[in-house]
């Protein structure tokens, strides 16, 4: 593989604005980013999920840089990214079904990604071989800025190598890729901190594959009845689908690990009993605001590490990513974090901490 000499530019954060899309495409490291990404190199940029690490979608062999730069199992598709609804015709075959527009008019710009039956544009490298392709306009301003520049539809992973946790921060891009790409942007930290929720929009009932920055509460909301639900039509639970028989071929791989064995403690019980036994080792316990005041006492003397407060998972989120790579750096012998309720974004922290976890 090429080695490079990978650059860092930060963006003054008093630029990123929605309504400054325009004076962002006028900066020089804009150009020169649209520039590679245009001549088949790769980009990593900040979305409001996490950041991307870009490419042009339609050129095979900028994809398979991609996969090559995070070690990435080739039979796991990308998410293709736009910046304006006018690209979609270009993309997917047939039309949407009203569904599917509901949910873009509702969630676009935004951390939805609708998955479509694809044209021919979209080569196979990019959906690694599918007859499908997901899609997604960024909010973002940085984002679509690039993509606007680029003028060509962005295919972006996450950032991270692959197995790693996803990169809120272009440090955390750098940690892992550095050598592998010629530029980062930095953006700042992302917003949203997880990555979109991607759901299946190619039959009447959609489907969601995963859980993720637009919640299931909101999705149901908006399409009742439209959206399938765990446990409809006696398939099995959506939590067994997505571990026995993954719909979104990502979904099946170990993911988000930190180096550091992970448990999770699963209700109030669980963390009593777990004080109870007396903890052995170089351990630290993840809780939130609310169970680390009620629990003070009893955690003298343990390490304990704050994820934020359960009444707001949306700052849990934010963080979550931050926090597993953080572990790695106290070169621990285990953790332990607290589990919160699926509702709302919780759904999709607790669907990454279960995977971060991956033991019983
Ligand atoms: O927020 C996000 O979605 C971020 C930012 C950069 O946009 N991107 C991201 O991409 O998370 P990635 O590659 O880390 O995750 C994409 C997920 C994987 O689980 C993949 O299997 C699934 O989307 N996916 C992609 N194309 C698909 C398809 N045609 N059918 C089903 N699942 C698909
Ligand atoms: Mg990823």
Do not use: C
Not at 58 to 77: F, H, L, M, S, V
């Amino acid at each position: 593989m090429k080695e490079y000499v990978t650059e860092i530019i930060r963006i003054d954060e008093s630029l990123i604005e929605e309504g400054n899309i325009d004076s962002l495409k006028e900066l020089p490291v804009l150009q020169q980013a649209a520039e590679l990404l245009r001549k088949g190199e790769l980009v990593a940029f900040p979305t409001e999920t996490v950041y991307g690490l870009g490419a042009d979608a339609t050129e095979p062999e900028a994809i398979k840089k991609i996969y090559r730069a995070k070690g990435r199992p080739q039979d796991n598709p990308l998410i293709v990214h736009i910046a304006g609804f006018h690209e979609l015709e270009g993309l997917v075959r047939g039309s949407l079904n009203p569904q599917a527009e509901r949910l873009i008019k509702t969630f676009w710009p935004g951390p939805l990604t609708i998955v479509v039956d694809k044209k021919e544009t979209i080569p196979a490298e990019t959906t690694a071989g599918l007859d499908s392709v997901a899609i997604r306009m960024p909010a973002h301003p940085l984002t679509r800025a690039i993509i606007e520049l680029a003028g060509v539809p962005i295919a972006a992973p996450s950032a991270n190598k692959s197995g790693a946790p996803s990169p809120t921060r272009a440090e955390h891009v750098y940690a892992d890729l550095k050598g592998r790409i010629p530029l980062i942007l930095d953006g700042g930290p992302a917003r949203v901190g997880l990555e979109s929720t991607v759901i299946d929009v190619r039959s009447e009932k959609v489907r969601i594959l995963r859980p993720g920055g637009v919640s299931r509460e909101e999705i149901r909301e908006l399409i009742g009845a439209y959206l399938h639900e765990p446990g409809d039509e006696g398939e099995g639970t959506e939590k067994s689908n997505m571990i026995e028989k993954p719909l979104s071929p990502g979904m099946k791989y170990r993911h988000y690990s930190p180096a550091t064995p992970l448990y999770i403690i699963e209700d109030e019980q669980a963390l009593e009993n777990l004080l109870q036994s007396g903890l052995e080792g170089d351990i630290a316990l993840i809780l939130s605001e609310e169970w680390a005041g009620k629990y003070e006492a009893s955690l003298r003397d343990s390490k304990v590490i704050k994820m934020g407060p359960r009444e707001r998972p949306e700052l849990i989120a934010a963080g979550i990513f931050q926090l597993l790579r953080h572990l790695d750096t106290l070169s621990l012998d285990r953790a332990y974090i607290e589990a919160i309720p699926e509702r709302g974004i919780g759904e999709a922290i607790m669907n990454r901490i279960r995977k971060a976890s991956s033991r019983k």
